[in-house]
């Protein structure tokens, strides 16, 4: 069993900051990517930025330019960095991690419970 444990989310004003942090522990062999999904209600979940372990990023275009994702291997966590936020990146955030839990070429994807931020005045 993988779990994944957000922080860092709430309530900010436009151009605002916030930085998220997933941890994740458990039956860790390996992870080969962590990254962070976002979905506002009544919307599909979105792939907001990603993270591979030899170091390839992917961000939304939405995002490209204010956010950014970075590792601590060492910690198996992944963090969000968020400036100048937009009430448009309002929405829960979930972090996600692909993992292998032994000497295998098993991947599984795992998922966070989400942290909800809000972009507001």
């Known amino acids: 069993q993988v779990q994944l444990v957000e922080s860092g989310g709430g309530l900010v004003q436009p151009g605002g900051t916030l930085r998220l942090s997933c941890a994740a522990s458990g039956s860790i062999f390996s992870i080969d990517a962590m990254g962070w999904y976002r979905q506002a209600p009544g919307k599909e979940r979105e792939l907001a930025a990603r993270?591979?372990?030899?170091?390839?990023?992917i961000y939304t275009e939405s995002v490209k330019g204010r956010f950014t994702i970075s590792r601590d291997n060492g910690k198996n966590t992944v963090y969000l960095q968020m400036n100048s936020l937009k009430p448009e990146d309002t929405a829960v955030y979930y972090c996600?991690?692909?993992?292998?839990?032994?000497?295998?070429?098993?991947?599984?994807?795992?998922w966070g419970q989400g942290t909800q931020v809000t972009v507001s005045s």
């Open positions: 996600n991690a692909v993992v292998r839990s032994s000497n295998s070429n098993v991947r599984l994807a795992y």
């Open positions: 993270i591979i372990t030899g170091g390839a990023i």
